[in-house]
């Protein structure tokens, strides 16, 4: 059995072809930290994936299946701000913390999955730490409580 040069050319070009597919992925990479939350009775430290571009932040936790308690995600901004999230396409509910640019949580929302509802910062911050819903509170973390910035500006 003979194979023409063409079909051969074809079969290459479709190995090739799947080979750059496989290598692209749609999923986001995060840089991921340590960062320690001083409580006003405990100091706390969470697994976070930072979130620093715009890219990075728009995809957030998009169509995460599950996340841990002890995990989250923080959204690093370079200026103060007033932040606005909503769950379209996040699956998981998710408590978010609103942070001065000194640390300092100055609100905290639960958020329900894949819900269009705006949750709103009421004063400009400088980060958002989302959550398992509920574990600021599981963890002994409030308002007014401080996440170190030592490891995450740089």
């Not at 841990?68 to 200026?79: A, P």
Request: hydrophobic residues 40%; contains cysteine; aromatic residues 10%.
């Amino acid at each position: 059995m003979q194979i023409s040069k063409s079909y051969l050319r074809f079969i290459v070009f479709a190995i090739l072809i799947l080979f750059i597919c496989s290598s692209c992925s749609s999923e986001t990479r995060f840089e991921e930290r340590d960062l320690v939350i001083i409580g006003r009775n405990n100091t706390v430290t969470i697994r976070a994936e930072i979130a620093r571009t715009r890219e990075e932040q728009s995809q957030g936790y998009m169509h995460r299946q599950s996340i841990k308690d002890g995990e989250g995600m923080l959204f690093f901004y370079e200026h103060d701000s007033i932040l606005s999230f909503w769950m379209a396409n996040t699956l998981v509910p998710l408590s978010i913390a609103f942070i001065s640019h000194e640390g300092v949580i100055l609100e905290i929302y639960n958020m329900e999955p894949l819900s269009t509802a705006t949750v709103r910062s009421s004063r400009s911050v400088r980060y958002a730490l989302e959550v398992p819903q509920n574990w600021f509170s599981r963890a002994g973390i409030g308002i007014g409580d401080r996440l170190v910035l030592d490891n995450i500006i740089n």
